[in-house]
């Protein structure tokens, strides 16, 4: 079994799987039937060796033949156990080229996934540093590249980490070649050695299987929708960048002076203009307008620090958090500039300010309870009420367009109240605006800059968020 400790079938397969080990090549054959990896049971042959504590698993994959089903898929696998409900995350390769890690975050749970945007990869590798799980692909040259985003899941020790085969047809066996196979245990490195890497995602709420959209050693940042649907507007370095929700090229939208663009931009629901938070002229955040194609921004609040969050439905109105004599509250403006009107007078932060879409309420969050938490009020201020009372410090909050979810950013408890920083553990969470349930959707490596803004698909189906890495 070379490098590994054991193997077997997992779950009711029709046909015996195999293992054929060559010790010429070191190069491991594994056959195997199986109905699927999915849901909340497993088919599959597995290959595994007990481990525990920060590993990597790397190897070339051949699927051989030409297969009889699409799905058909050869993995790296990390399992807790070797029941057919399992928890697991892995890095599948299906037999259509389609690449994802796919996951069981508890035993007996369905199963999730986060589709890379590269597909048929020659060599690939998965990683688990803590409890998040990553993948790498390489292509032709099979050198390897972070595909971007993460899973998480909380693996006991010890736990198994191994190859696996699954015909997605039970009454078919499939083949597959692993090469050039690397198991290692991974070596702690501080953050200060590592570099950041960001990743734009979207997640259906329906299914919660997300998917990358790009992958970038920079820092991205904010992503906004389209209401055309087509693509994602988000922020890079202080500038404001454009792509198709398919990924593929992005295109610069240019901004004349403002270069130091943050992370609170915006939409017009008419798709026609942007909003920027820009600090170019004067060191502190000002509000700014200009056509979405880019042009010379109008500056639209004189005073600053000014940060947009939010656009009144029918346009006339833009919604920010401000610091004004040593508080920072929620002000609304007209799009065009003028007189702005303070909305909230307690003491403590208030912020993200965002409407929803019938216009009869602006959602915010505020720490006047101690804690972060989501509120809301009248768009002139009144009836404020708080709608989260959880442990976390909740953050941002997007009603959907069609009013029935809010998508907010949730941050653990040991975080001050009044900060949302980068390069933290958080949760994405959704609430419905009728029962007001609330569910966790994503778990990751983010914070500032994961959804500061309105993300929404004009549907309502998706979201748009940026996970982070310090790798």
């Not at 590993?55 to 297969?67: F, M, P, Y």
């Not at 959209?213 to 404001?240: C, E, F, H, V």
Request: charged content about 25%; overall charge negative; aromatic content about 8%.
């Amino acid at each position: 079994m070379g490098i590994f400790q054991g193997h077997g079938d997992i779950g009711e397969v029709k046909h015996k799987g195999s293992l054929e080990f060559n010790r010429n090549d070191s190069t491991y054959t594994i056959s195997a039937s199986g109905t699927n990896m999915w849901f909340n049971n497993d088919q599959l042959h597995y290959v595994w060796k007990k481990m525990s504590g920060d590993v990597a698993l790397a190897a070339d994959i051949e699927l051989l033949g030409k297969g009889v089903d699409p799905h058909r898929k050869a993995c790296l696998i990390i399992r807790q156990n070797l029941e057919p409900g399992s928890a697991y995350a892995d890095v599948a390769v299906h037999g259509d080229g389609m690449t994802a890690i796919q996951y069981r975050e508890v035993d007996g749970d369905i199963t999730r996934e986060l589709q890379s945007n590269i597909k048929s990869p020659k060599r690939v590798r998965i990683e688990k540093v803590g409890d998040y799980l990553y993948m790498s692909l390489g292509k032709a040259d099979g050198e390897l590249e972070s595909s971007g985003g993460a899973i998480k899941v909380q693996f006991k020790a010890p736990f198994y980490i191994g190859l696996g085969v699954c015909s997605h047809n039970n009454d078919v066996v499939e083949t597959a070649k692993f090469s050039k196979v690397v198991l290692e245990k991974l070596e702690a490195k501080p953050d200060s050695l590592k570099k950041l890497e960001s990743t734009l995602e979207i997640i259906p709420i329906a299914t919660w299987d997300r998917k990358v959209i790009l992958q970038s050693d920079k820092r991205l940042d904010a992503p906004n929708w389209t209401p055309d649907g087509k693509d994602l507007i988000y922020n890079s370095m202080g500038l404001l960048y454009q792509i198709p929700i398919e990924g593929g090229d992005h295109k610069l939208i240019p901004t004349d002076f403002a270069k130091r663009i943050n992370n609170d931009h915006g939409v017009s629901q008419d798709g026609k203009m942007l909003v920027i938070s820009d600090q170019t002229e004067t060191g502190k955040s000002l509000i700014y307008t200009l056509p979405i194609e880019g042009g010379v921004p109008k500056k639209i609040t004189p005073k600053g620090p000014s940060y947009w969050h939010g656009w009144s439905p029918d346009g006339q109105t833009l919604a920010y958090c401000a610091e004004r004599n040593g508080n920072y509250d929620i002000y609304t403006i007209p799009v065009n500039g003028g007189e702005e009107t303070r909305l909230t007078t307690t003491e403590g932060l208030d912020d993200g300010p965002d409407y929803s879409p019938d216009g009869k309420y602006i959602y915010f969050n505020s720490a006047r309870s101690g804690t972060m938490q989501i509120w809301r009020m009248k768009p002139n201020g009144s009836e404020q009420e708080q709608l989260t009372t959880d442990e976390y410090h909740d953050w941002f909050a997007h009603p959907s367009p069609d009013g029935k979810w809010l998508v907010y950013i949730s941050f653990e408890p040991d975080i001050p109240a009044n900060l949302h920083p980068s390069n933290k553990d958080v949760m994405l969470r959704l609430m419905n605006l009728e029962t007001k349930e609330i569910k966790t959707i994503a778990k990751l490596f983010g914070g500032q800059g994961t959804i500061n803004v309105p993300s929404w698909s004009p549907d309502s189906s998706r979201l748009a968020f940026v996970s982070y890495r310090l790798k």
